[in-house]
């Protein structure tokens, strides 16, 4: 399995980014995906998954309410919704499936992904 992340790029802080996962090489359509972000001289960290069916999603603590994640299966390809971004939303934004149904939030529990998309919030 291939993935591409795309959709990143500069916004200014209030603004909002609609970030795409496109799967290539097999059907995604039984895996769980997530996305995990990576700022400068930081870990990465956990922001949000989705099921295999879309019918259940977990986002951390700071996407609450600003981000959502979404998936079409038809497409082979996941999405992440984010609105009123912040200069501390800055990161490298990674796509991630697993193959397994269930969604997890443990980065180590992802077998597939993707090279990351920038980005950048201005203040």
């Known amino acids: 399995v291939q993935l591409q992340a795309s959709g990143g790029g500069l916004v200014q802080a209030g603004g909002s980014l609609k970030l795409s996962c496109a799967a290539s090489?097999?059907?995604?359509?039984?895996?769980?995906m997530g996305w995990f972000r990576q700022a400068p001289g930081e870990e990465r960290e956990f922001v949000s998954a989705?099921?295999?069916?879309?019918?259940?999603?977990f986002s951390a603590e700071f996407a609450k309410g600003r981000f959502t994640i979404s998936r079409d299966n038809a497409k082979n390809t996941m999405y992440l919704q984010m609105n009123s971004l912040k200069p501390e939303d800055t990161a490298v934004y990674y796509c991630?499936?697993?193959?397994?149904?269930?969604?997890?939030?443990?980065?180590?529990?992802?077998?597939?992904w993707g090279q990351g998309t920038q980005v950048t919030v201005s203040s």
């Open positions: 989705i099921s295999w069916s879309g019918g259940n999603t």
């Open positions: 090489g097999r059907t995604v359509i039984n895996y769980a």
């Open positions: 991630a499936a697993r193959t397994k149904s269930e969604m997890v939030v443990e980065e180590k529990s992802y077998n597939y």
